[in-house]
């Protein structure tokens, strides 16, 4: 079965500090990865997605990911966090190649920032 | 930008009654999406439409009904409710057919608490 799995529900970093978020996940082909963020009373917006090609991507608010398909990983990264950033982050796979576009999403990870 | 539009907001219901909730999709996006998504959980995929089709169902109850219209608005009719249908629903669209590729905007959600 296809799963998505956010090891840490609750992230505390300072501002300024490097984040990265973890996102594992298990399927049975080859993946559409995403990242949404979702600010509270927010619906859920798109930070990256990957799809092919460069396993490095990049998304806005200076976010980036990198898919790893050995270790079955695409964990999310920040050099530098801003007070803005705090929020609840999901990570989220689709089926390649499918004529669904429904997306399986990991628990969600709680970002803290501390000033 | 125009984005995706749900209503009502906020829904409050009693056990055993029915609600509705609706979606009305960005400008020429032909495809919804419904999520639910529990207290502290993850959004889960219920059910999904393109071209006022159904093209995908995930766990949606039978109590649950839902039709996209010909102006490609969506209803999500919930009946005989429960205390588990607490929940915030999010309505998703997209550009052409249900694909992950297809990028999907979500909506801000209705949040239905039931008493």
Sequence with gaps: AQSVTQPDIHITVSEGASLELRCNYSYGATPYLFWYVQSPGQGLQLLL??????????????????????QSSFNLRKPSVHWSDAAEYFCAVGRVSSNTGKLIFGQGTTLQVKP | AAGVIQSPRH???????????????????DTVYWYQQGPGQDPQFLISFYEKMQSDKGSIPDRFSAQQFSDYHSELNMSSLELGDS?????????AAPNPNNEQFFG????????
Excluded: M, N, W
């Design chain 2, 11 to 29: 829904l409050i219901k009693e056990k055993r009654e029915t609600a509705t909730l609706k979606c009305y999709p960005i400008p020429r996006h």
């Design chain 2, 108 to 115: 801000p959600g209705t949040r239905l608490t039931v008493l």
């Design chain 1, 49 to 70: 997605k990957y799809f092919s090609g460069d396993t490095l991507v990049q998304g806005i608010k200076g976010f980036e990911a990198e898919f790893k398909r050995s």
């Design chain 2, 87 to 95: 929940a915030l629903y999010f309505c998703a669209s997209s550009l």
